[in-house]
């Protein structure tokens, strides 16, 4: 992959002194390893808009505001400029979002710098020290994935609270480090409060992650039933970083007489099941049909031929 421009750009103004390697070509970006001052950083180098898929799109868009009038006319009118100007918002609201939730303690990656339509950030690491795997490419045991899921709540909890909706939480955009799991790729995070849309996004996020986790945990399964609470603590005003919701109630204990029927049912053979299943209907219904429909039904009770083996009832 030939450097680009820009990264060379960022090397001519001191910003970065070299380009390590390429790390991987996504749907908004490029990701390159670059360094300074012999640390790694991860380099993101936004794609040409033309080049990226659907995310800039309307449900993102609501209640993202422009300051400058001028631009937000040219916004509304599609001009070149006001494409233009999207594609900075677009660019700057990743920054902004990493720079102000990291300082509040969401774990996210740390912002180095912004220039040139590049964003320089922490490279996330494993314990080796190589570039972290998504949570995609993790086999969490049942245990991990628990645990996992726990974590990554938390931080969809700490994001609400600073009024911040990722908008794409996804395994692809989760990295597992050697500390645990840190959120990426927030270039459509949505404001909570000015988002209409912004219930609906928690949920799909919080679905997104718990539909990967619940595959290796069926805790996982039951508990993300339940995290609607998360929006309405939110709405309530009362949402803590420590929030959790409550698991769904326990099941009721089944039925003792049907656990009976389904051990008998699986233990007989193949001839012997319609057996049980006259049995159950004659002591259900009486031998003629009683409470079961009538005369009707006490006919067809009569019809019906004695198992194998037992006397004919007397007539
Ligand atoms: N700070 C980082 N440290 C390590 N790897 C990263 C970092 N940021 C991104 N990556 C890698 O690059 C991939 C693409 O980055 P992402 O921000 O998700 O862009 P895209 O919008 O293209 O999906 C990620 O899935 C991850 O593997
Ligand atoms: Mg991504």
Redesign the pocket.
């Known amino acids: 992959m030939a450097t680009p421009a820009s990264l060379l750009k960022l090397i001519e103004d001191g910003v970065i002194d070299r380009v390590l390697s390429p ?2 070509s ?4 490029d ?1 390159y390893v670059v360094a300074k001052d012999d640390v790694a950083y ?1 380099a ?1 180098v936004y794609k040409k808009r033309e080049q990226r898929s659907f995310r800039n799109n309307a449900a993102y868009r609501d209640g993202r505001s422009v300051r400058n009038t001028r631009s937000a006319r040219a916004m509304e009118k599609g001009t070149r400029f006001g494409k233009q100007v999207a594609e900075d918002a677009w660019q700057k609201a990743e920054a902004e979002a990493l720079r102000s939730l990291h300082s509040a303690g969401v774990r996210v ?1 740390q912002v180095y710098a912004h220039h040139e339509g590049v964003l320089v ?4 690491v494993d314990a080796l020290g190589r ?2 795997p ?1 949570l995609a490419q993790v086999k969490p045991t049942a245990a991990e994935a628990d645990a996992l899921y726990d974590q990554l709540l938390g931080q969809v909890v700490l994001m609400l609270m600073n009024d911040v909706v990722h908008g794409d939480f996804s395994p ?2 989760v ?1 597992v480090s050697a500390e645990g799991p840190v959120v ?2 927030l270039p459509q995070v949505v404001s909570a409060s000015h988002n209409l849309k912004a219930c609906v996004l928690v949920e799909r996020d919080v679905q997104s992650v718990a539909r990967y986790l619940g595959i290796y945990s069926p805790t996982v399964r039951r508990l993300s039933r339940e995290a609607w609470q998360i929006w309405h603590q939110h709405e309530k005003g009362t949402l803590v970083p420590e929030f959790r919701p409550a698991p769904p109630p326990e099941p009721p204990p089944p039925d003792p007489a049907v656990v009976a029927a389904q051990r008998a049912l699986a233990d007989a053979g193949p001839g012997e099941v319609m057996d049980l299943v006259r049995e159950a209907r004659r002591e259900r219904d009486g031998p003629r049909g009683r409470g079961r429909g009538g005369r009707g039904r006490g006919e067809e009770a009569r019809r019906d031929e004695p198992p194998a083996g037992r006397p004919r009832p007397a007539a």
Do not use: F, S, V, W
Request: hydrophobic share 45%.
């Open positions: 790390l991987k996504g749907k908004e970006a990701m991860a993101k990656p950030m922490e490279l996330i570039p972290a998504q692809y955009n990295l990426i790729d």
